[in-house]
């Protein structure tokens, strides 16, 4: 018997109109000036290769130059808040009482808009943003954005009612000492791989000293109960990265929450040449047509995105494999074995894990965890090393929502 807990949620209709409708309330806040209007692909694909393949020469200022700052406004912000959303609903960010949330390189305010987007049921909850940028631009026009669409757009509320939210900006650099009170959420989005793009890019000592710092001062501004979420675009890189923060974490006391089902060594770190990275590939069937088409001419077509994330607690939280059972997390898409058998690659306590059927393996949803039965043997994969799990012919059981009141992972 499997039982299945899906990590991405499809989105809501109300949640996909939302990412609708945030495209024309961009429009609308920051008009665009002719000269840059015909130019936006163009731009939009300079800021791509800045922000990947050419991460030496990016010094930050991207943010304040005003053709590049509109490429990130009207492509990276959306697909970021994309991303976003299918993974939110399932950190189960509970508000009772009131909730400090610091956003750590928050740009244009992308987290709190992807909140209020993708959390709707959070909207009157008193929630207490802390946004931190060294870029002050990038802070203001986000404070500018984040009001239209929480005040004058389709997603804001009606009949004069008011959100509990509180938003505050700090221009700062990260590390910089601030009055921030402790955070019950700790979120670094997208900013980690800009903090090591100077390291030397291959080995691994400089940046696991980096991690090793980032961890401590991230532990250092959330709450004795707090939780701590840093998301990645899921390259190789920055899920090393990832990897070490989360090695780090481990060593300071904290508990892993997600993705890992497990608390040993991360079997997908992607530092070697060739070795897996853990990472997980959305779909885009659900974006805003616009944002596909505004990709496409940038000559960035996207058929899926992907994401790399961890969050930890503060909190110590219970052994995750129940006795007898193993859970396994799936990472991959489904891929040919021989014998015209499908496979796909997962992490469970075991560490690596290849997951060997019909096509009962592709059914399961990207970053579900797979509670299922300890195999008997062991057999390891030849190629990969991986512990080979034999999936039975047809899924036994239907797909399990996280359970109400618990967390999903
Ligand atoms: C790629 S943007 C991400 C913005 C937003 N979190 C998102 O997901 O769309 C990275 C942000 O981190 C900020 N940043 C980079 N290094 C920083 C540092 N050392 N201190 C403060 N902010 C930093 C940049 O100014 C930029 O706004």
């Known amino acids: 018997m499997i039982v299945e807990s899906p990590l991405f949620q499809p989105l809501s209709a109300g949640v996909r109109r939302g990412i609708e409708e945030l495209l024309p309330v961009i429009d609308r806040t920051f008009p665009l000036k002719r000269r840059f209007s015909s130019a936006l692909p ?10 990947t393949k050419e991460r030496s020469e990016l010094d930050g200022s991207y943010m304040s130059d005003p053709a590049l700052f509109n490429a990130y406004l009207r492509c990276f912000l959306p697909w970021n808040v994309f991303r976003l959303s299918r993974l939110l609903p399932a950190l189960r960010l509970e508000a009772a009482g009131g909730m400090e ?17 993708a959390l709707p049921e959070l909207r009157r909850a008193p929630l207490r943003f802390h946004c931190v940028d060294r870029n002050g631009s990038a802070l203001e026009a986000g404070a500018k954005l984040f009001r239209a669409l929480s005040v004058e757009s389709a997603l804001s ?3 004069g ?31 980690s791989n800009e903090l090591f793009q100077k390291l030397p890019q291959a080995g691994t000592a400089a940046l696991a000293v980096n991690a090793k710092k980032f961890a401590g001062s991230l532990a250092g501004i959330a ?8 998301v990645e675009p899921g390259a190789p890189r920055p899920a090393q990265f990832l990897s070490l923060l989360r090695a780090a974490f481990l060593e300071g006391g904290l508990s892993v929450e997600a993705p890992c089902p497990s ?23 659900d974006a805003p047509p616009l944002l596909r088409k505004l990709s496409a001419a940038a000559a960035l077509p996207k058929d899926k995105v992907t994401l790399s994330f961890l969050l930890v607690s503060k909190k110590a939280l219970p052994e995750k494999n129940a006795p007898g059972l193993l859970d396994v997390r799936v990472i991959s898409d489904a891929f040919s074995l021989p014998g015209g058998m499908r496979g796909r690659y997962a992490c469970c306590e075991r560490g690596l894990a290849l997951l060997s059927g019909g096509g009962a393996v592709e059914k399961y949803g990207q970053g579900s965890l797979l509670r299922l039965q300890i195999p008997e043997k062991t057999v390891r994969d030849a ?4 512990l080979v799990i034999d999936l039975p012919a047809e899924r036994e059981s239907p797909p399990k929502p996280g359970l ?6």
Not at 43 to 51: D, G, H, P, Q, V
């Open 161 to 191: 009612e008011k959100s509990g939210w509180r938003i505050k900006t700090y221009r700062a650099a990260l590390g910089e000492r601030l009055k921030l009170p402790p955070a019950a959420l700790v979120c670094a989005v997208n900013v």
């Open 157 to 159: 509320f009606k009949s």
């Open 223 to 230: 709450a004795d109960s707090g939780r701590i979420l840093v």
């Open 383 to 386: 190629k990969s090393g991986a």
């Open 263 to 285: 608390s040993r060594a991360c079997a997908m770190s992607g530092g070697r040449r060739g070795q897996k990275w853990c990472h997980f590939n959305i779909d885009v069937d």
């Open 101 to 117: 949330i610091i956003d750590l390189g928050s740009g244009p305010l992308t987290l709190p808009v992807a909140v209020w987007i």
């Open 42 to 51: 163009k731009n939009i694909s300079r800021l791509s290769a800045l922000l």
């Open 404 to 409: 109400p009141g618990s967390r999903s992972f």
